[in-house]
C-alpha cells in the first residue's frame, strides 16, 4: 500500500488489518511516554486546503507519537488566484523530500489528482463531497469495539448524504466489512443516482427513519448545515429535526444494544437531540480517541510496512 | 491585402463527395471545370495533384471555435488556432465571443476579423456577442457588427447561457432585421451553476463531483424553440448533449420551428466514464454524457435532426487545466481532430457517407452562418475552398504534435482513421498532411 486515496482501493482483509494494527496503537495512548521510533526520521506534511481542526491535530499527533516530524502547511490562498496550478504548488513541496503528504481539499479528487503527479504517499484527509478514508476506518474502528465483528450488523446512515464525505467512504468500508448498510435522508438530500448506486452496491435507501430505526445495531448521524435551508433542500430547522433528527423521542425507541455515532461536529437539536448525543451508548468521543490510534496505523501501513511495528 | 496569384491546379481522380471519380480544376482560386472538361481547359503551366482513393469535399466550417485572441493569447492566437484549423481540413471557423475583452463591439469583430485575414490559413468569422460583456443583461450592438466589415451573422453568449426568456426573445426578434441567429449555449444556471462539471447521475454521486443535470440544458431547449416559434426568427442550439435535447429539436423541426442544433465530436464519441480519474482533460461544457445519449446523438446526427458537427476547440494554458476537477477549466481541444472522429464513428461503420460529412461538417454550417463562400458545392465557379480527405489514414492522436498552443486534448494516444490529406482556401494549399503552409502574404 503505498497511498490512502479511497476505501475503494482497500480489501477487506487491508481493512482489517489496518484495524487490528490499531487495537495496539490504541494502547500506547495509555502509556506515559507516548512515542514509537516507528517513523523516526520520515518527514510528514500535513498540507491541509481546507481549515480542520479535528482531522489535522488527529493525523499530527499521530505521526508525532510514532517520531516522526510533521509539518503544517495551509494551502488556501496558494494556486489559484496566485496563477499558480495545484500541480506546480504540490510538485514544489514535494521536491523538498518529503515521505508522506496528507491532504486534506475542498475539491473532490484533488487527493486522486496530487497522487499522479507526486512521488510520496499521499494519504486523503477529505477531499469535497467525496471521500474521508480515514473517518471511516475510524468510525468502523469505534463501531467494532461497540458491536464486536460488523458482518451482517445493520448500520443505519442518516443526515445530508448529498454533500458528505464521510457517508461515500463509511458506505464502501461498512459494506467491505460485510455490514448491512441503509441510507436514510429527504430525496433532496440523497447523492444523484442513489437507486442504481444502492442496487449495484448492495445497500438500502429509505426516507423513513422510523421505520428504519427498530431494525439497526448503530445509527450514523451525519451533519446537516443550516445553510442548506437556503438551497431549498428541506423546508425549516424544525421540519428537519421532527421528520429526521434522532430526538429523544426516537432514541427511547432504538433496540436496547444499539449505539450512536456521529463524526462531528455536531448540531445539537437539528440532527441529534443533546440527550441522544450525551447518552452512553452514543460513541462519539470513543471516535475522537480512536482516531489518533486510527491513523497512527495508517501511518504505519504506508511508512514502515509490515513487521516494523513496536 | 497584397494578393499572390496560385498557380492553376488539376486535381486528378479524387473521389468528389464520396460519389464518383472526377478531375477537378482548380484556375485563380475558383474551381473552374469538373469532370472531362477539367483536363481539356488546364492552361499550360497548370500542376496535378494525384488524388486518387482521395475523397473532395467543400473546405470544412467549424461554427463553434474559440481562438482565445484577444486575451489570452497563451492559450491559443487566432495564427495558432487557424493553423489548427487548417490542419484539421477547416477552411472557415466561427471564431466565440468570450475573448477578453468580449467580441460585443464592430471595433472587436473588426480586430478579429483582420488577424484571421494576416494570418492567411482560413477564413475567420468573429461571432458577435448577444449581450454586453456576456452579462446577460443588456443586448451588445448587434447591428453595428453586422454593418461591420466582419458582416456578424453569428451571435452567441456562449460559455454562458441567455438565461433571461425576455432578452433571449428581443435578441431573436432583432437580429431578423438581418438575418441573423442566436447561437445559444443552453444551461439554465439555476439548476446547473458555474461549478456543475459532471454529468448528474449515479457517478457525480458516487465522485462528489457537482452534477450538471440533463433538464438544465433541455428546459433552455424547450423554452427557446418556443420563443423561435413565437418570434419567427432563427435559433441554434449549441453543443446538444442529451437525449431529452434531441426530442426537444426532433419535435420542434416537426412544427416548422425554424430551429438548427449542433453536436461536438467529443459528445458523440467520449463519454462520462472517462472522469472516474478526476483528469480535467475530460472536463467540458456542457459535461460528457452517459453512453445512452452519446448513442442518440449519433443517430440524430445521422438521420438528420442535428444539422451540423461543430468543434468548440477550446485550448486552455496548462497552469489552467492543472488543478483540481472542479477548479480547472471547461474545455478542450477539436479542431485538428473533428473529421477523423466523424470519420472513425460514422463513416467507417457505414453509418454516414461522404456526401453527409460534407452537409454537416461545411454545407449546413455555413448555410447556418450565412457564408456566401464557403460550404459550396464542388461545381464549377465555386470558390476553391476544398478540402481532400484520405479515408483509410490511420493514426494515432499525439497531442505534441498539435498546431494549437494548447495541449488539452482528449484524443490523445487514441486511433482515429480518415485524416484531412490537403486543405485548400481560395485554391492554395493551407495545409497538407497535419503540415500549415504559409499565410497569405
Ligand atoms: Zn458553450
Known amino acids: 500500500m503505498k497511498h490512502l486515496l479511497s476505501i475503494a482501493d482497500l480489501s477487506a482483509q487491508e481493512i482489517t488489518s489496518i484495524l487490528d494494527t490499531a487495537v495496539s496503537m490504541h494502547e500506547v495512548q495509555d502509556r506515559d511516554v507516548k512515542k514509537l521510533p516507528t517513523l523516526r526520521g520520515r518527514t510528514i506534511i500535513n498540507f491541509f486546503f481546507e481549515d480542520s481542526t479535528r482531522t489535522r491535530s488527529s493525523f499530527e499527533i499521530a505521526g508525532k507519537w510514532m517520531s516522526a516530524d510533521t ?53 486523503n484527509a477529505g477531499d469535497g463531497t467525496h471521500e474521508h478514508p480515514s473517518q471511516a476506518l475510524l468510525d468502523a474502528y469505534s463501531l467494532r469495539r461497540a458491536l464486536g465483528e460488523l458482518t451482517d450488523r445493520h448500520v443505519a446512515i442518516v443526515g445530508d448524504l448529498t454533500h458528505s464525505r464521510v457517508l461515500r467512504s463509511n458506505l464502501l468500508c461498512l459494506r467491505k466489512l460485510g455490514a448491512a448498510v441503509t441510507v436514510v435522508a429527504p430525496p433532496t438530500l440523497m447523492p444523484s443516482g442513489i437507486a442504481s448506486w444502492a442496487a449495484a452496491d448492495g445497500f438500502a435507501v429509505s426516507y423513513d427513519l422510523d421505520a428504519v430505526l427498530p431494525t439497526v445495531d448503530a445509527v450514523m448521524m451525519l451533519r446537516v448545515q443550516r445553510e442548506r435551508m437556503s438551497g431549498g433542500y428541506f423546508p425549516t430547522a424544525k421540519e428537519y429535526a421532527v421528520t429526521y433528527g434522532l430526538t429523544s423521542g426516537r432514541l427511547a425507541r432504538l433496540p436496547a444494544h444499539a449505539v450512536i455515532a456521529h463524526p462531528g461536529p455536531m448540531n445539537r437539536g437539528l440532527e441529534i437531540s443533546a440527550d441522544a448525543a450525551d447518552a452512553a451508548r452514543s460513541l462519539v468521543l470513543d471516535q475522537v480517541s480512536a482516531g489518533v490510534a486510527v491513523r497512527m496505523s495508517i501511518l504505519y501501513h504506508l511508512l514502515a510496512g509490515e513487521g516494523n511495528a513496536q | 491585402m497584397k494578393r499572390t496569384t496560385t498557380p492553376p491546379l488539376l486535381i486528378r481522380g479524387a473521389d468528389v ?30 500542376g496535378t495533384l494525384h488524388a486518387e482513393g482521395l475523397v473532395l469535399l467543400p473546405g470544412l466550417v467549424d ?31 466561427l471564431a466565440m ?31 458577435g456577442a448577444v449581450t454586453k460583456g456576456l452579462a446577460g443583461e443588456e443586448l451588445a450592438e448587434l447591428g453595428l457588427m453586422h454593418r461591420s466589415r466582419a458582416r456578424v451573422t453569428v451571435f452567441s453568449d456562449d460559455g454562458r447561457c441567455v438565461h433571461d426568456a425576455r432578452l433571449m426573445r428581443r435578441a431573436l426578434e432583432y437580429v431578423k432585421a438581418f438575418d441573423g441567429v442566436v447561437s445559444q449555449h443552453a444551461q439554465d444556471p439555476r439548476l446547473a451553476d458555474g461549478t456543475a462539471c459532471c454529468h ?17 440544458e433541455e428546459v ?34 416537426k412544427q416548422g420551428i425554424d430551429v438548427t442544433a449542433e453536436v461536438t465530436p467529443h459528445h458523440l ?74 470519420s472513425t464513428l460514422m463513416v467507417q461503420p457505414g453509418r454516414m457517407g461522404w456526401a453527409d460529412v460534407a452537409r454537416v461538417m461545411s454545407t449546413a454550417p455555413a448555410r447556418i452562418a450565412r457564408l456566401s463562400t464557403q460550404g459550396q458545392g464542388i461545381t464549377p465557379g465555386a470558390p476553391a475552398n476544398l478540402t ?54
Request: some cysteine; hydrophobic content about 40%.
Open chain 1, 71 to 123: 509539518i503544517n502547511l495551509t494551502g488556501k490562498g496558494t494556486s489559484v488566484s496566485k496563477g499558480e496550478s495545484l500541480r506546480d504548488t504540490v510538485l514544489t513541496i514535494a521536491a523538498m523530500g518529503v515521505d508522506m503528504m496528507i491532504v486534506r481539499h475542498p475539491a473532490s479528487g484533488a487527493p486522486q489528482q496530487i497522487a499522479q503527479w507526486v512521488d510520496c504517499s499521499i494519504v
Open chain 2, 17 to 46: 463527395l464520396g460519389e464518383g471519380t472526377q478531375d477537378v480544376l482548380l484556375v485563380d482560386g475558383r474551381i473552374a471545370a469538373v469532370g472531362t472538361q477539367a483536363r481539356d481547359d488546364a492552361p499550360t503551366g497548370t
Open chain 2, 63 to 93: 461554427l463553434h471555435t474559440h481562438l482565445r485572441e484577444p486575451g489570452r493569447e497563451d492559450a491559443e492566437t487566432v495564427e495558432s488556432g487557424s493553423q489548427a484549423a487548417a490542419a484539421g481540413g477547416f477552411t472557415a471557423v
Open chain 2, 97 to 127: 465571443a468570450n475573448t477578453s475583452p468580449v467580441t460585443d463591439t464592430a471595433e472587436i469583430a473588426e480586430t478579429v476579423l483582420d488577424l484571421g485575414r494576416r494570418a492567411g490559413y482560413v477564413d475567420v468569422h468573429p461571432v
Open chain 2, 200 to 216: 448528474e447521475g449515479e457517478l457525480s454521486g458516487r465522485l462528489g463531483l457537482p452534477g450538471w443535470p440533463a433538464v438544465a
Open chain 2, 220 to 253: 433552455v431547449v424547450a423554452r427557446d424553440v418556443m420563443l423561435a416559434r413565437h418570434t419567427g426568427s432563427r435559433v441554434h442550439i449549441a453543443h446538444v448533449s442529451t437525449a431529452g435535447s434531441v426530442e426537444v429539436v426532433r419535435w420542434a423541426k
Open chain 2, 269 to 342: 464519441m467520449l463519454t462520462q466514464d472517462l472522469l472516474a480519474g478526476y483528469d480535467p482533460t475530460f472536463k467540458v461544457n456542457p459535461p460528457l454524457r452517459p453512453t445512452e445519449d452519446a448513442l442518440v446523438l449519433q443517430e440524430a446526427l445521422a438521420d438528420g435532426t442535428i444539422d451540423i458537427v461543430a468543434t468548440d476547440h477550446a485550448p486552455h494554458a496548462r497552469q489552467d487545466k492543472e488543478h483540481a476537477f472542479v477548479d480547472a477549466a471547461f474545455g478542450m481541444l477539436g479542431l485538428e481532430t473533428a473529421l477523423g472522429v466523424v
Open chain 2, 388 to 441: 481532400l480527405v484520405d479515408p483509410t489514414r490511420k493514426g494515432t492522436v499525439d497531442r505534441a504534435l498539435s498546431k494549437s498552443l494548447s495541449r488539452n486534448n482528449p484524443w490523445h494516444g487514441r486511433e482515429l482513421v480518415g485524416a484531412p490529406h490537403l486543405t485548400l482556401l481560395r485554391g492554395r494549399v493551407t495545409a497538407r498532411e497535419g503540415l500549415v503552409w504559409g499565410g497569405e502574404a
